[in-house]
């Protein structure tokens, strides 16, 4: 709908009511009176006077349309969100109708983000306490059944504890990813970035990693005969990365598979490349499946120990380094984890 200005407007009351007058004038005009000179005389000072009148309303309006306009723009400068210059083009009351809509939709994301927010967090509470719950319970049940003469049983004593401290590794192992998620998604955690030797890491994982897979008859390798290669980035967080990556290659490897790591060069990177011929993952879940607690088969997951982080760390740290993790995998045939990093 077209706003006239408040000027307009209000000449354009002004004009009507001296009409009205001027007609009620020439009704009501007596006989001995001129009648034209009685309509303009009457209609030039009922409009003069209604101008000045509707004029210094006008003015006590436009203040304090003014004062709501700087009132709502501080708040819309206020909220989280880079706020933009608007382009007032219009009246007083145009420019408060722009600044409210602008406002409401400041407000409109905010509540939309507020509302994610509160969904994820009830999620992650939720995935939380679950993972929590089963060592716990566990232990419990071993503790438990120690104090009720399991002690004295030497059958199960050493056993019972053995299993306990199991649980509590578990525990320990979900509060370490959890504490790390929680710093990486604050922004918390500062890299440190060096330069590093990514062949000599790499290595170096493998070397740690390789009794495990061999109890699998999983083997780990990279390309014999590799010069270093020196990449920068937060070496120990890339650590994490690799370590990830590789566990779960063996965790979710065929027994006597492989796991071939490869360096591509791309010119001022490196793609590192961390290829298993395991179980695979169908098409369906690689969407989400960076997701934190997001598991393709959630039975296997805990079994091999797993919390469901380690991917989502994967991709927070590689994200900090201003990169990207890719995955490509075939369901029954195997997968392929792949990243670059900077050249050092
Ligand atoms: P988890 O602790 O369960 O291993 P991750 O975040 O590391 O959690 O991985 C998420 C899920 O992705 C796993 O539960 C598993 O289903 C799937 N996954 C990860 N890596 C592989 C892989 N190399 N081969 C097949 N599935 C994988």
Known sequence: MK???????LMMVALIFAILVSVLIFIYTPSDINQLTAIIVGFVISFVTSLLMLFFVNIFFIRKINDLLVTVKQYREQSDKPSTTLLYNGNEIDNLNLEIVAWAEDRKEEIERLKKLEVYRKEFLGNVSHELKTPIFNIQGYVLTLLDGGL?????????????????????TIIEDLEAISQLE?????????????????????????????????????????????????????RQVIVNLIVNSVKYGKEYGETKIRFYDAGETVLIEIADNGIGIAKKHLPRLFERFYRVD????????????????VKH????????????????????????????
């Open 186 to 238: 604050t922004g918390e955690l500062q890299l440190e970035i060096e330069r590093f030797d990514l062949a000599a890491l790499m290595k170096d994982v493998i070397d740690a990693q390789e009794m495990k897979a061999t109890e699998k008859g999983i083997m780990l390798t990279m390309p014999e005969e590799i010069k270093p290669l020196y990449v920068v980035g937060d070496r120990f967080r890339i």
């Open 3 to 9: 706003t006239y200005s408040p000027r307009i407007l």
């Open 152 to 172: 004295e049983d030497p059958s199960i004593n050493r056993n019972y504890l053995i299993r306990a401290e199991k649980s509590v590794d578990r525990m320990i």
């Open 298 to 313: 959630k039975g296997r997951s805990r079994e091999q120990g797993g919390t469901g982080l380690g991917l989502a760390i």
């Open 317 to 344: 740290i590689i994200e900090a380094h201003n990169q990207t993790i890719e995955v490509m995998s075939t369901e029954g045939v195997g997968t392929v984890f792949s990243f670059m990093l900077k050249k050092g």
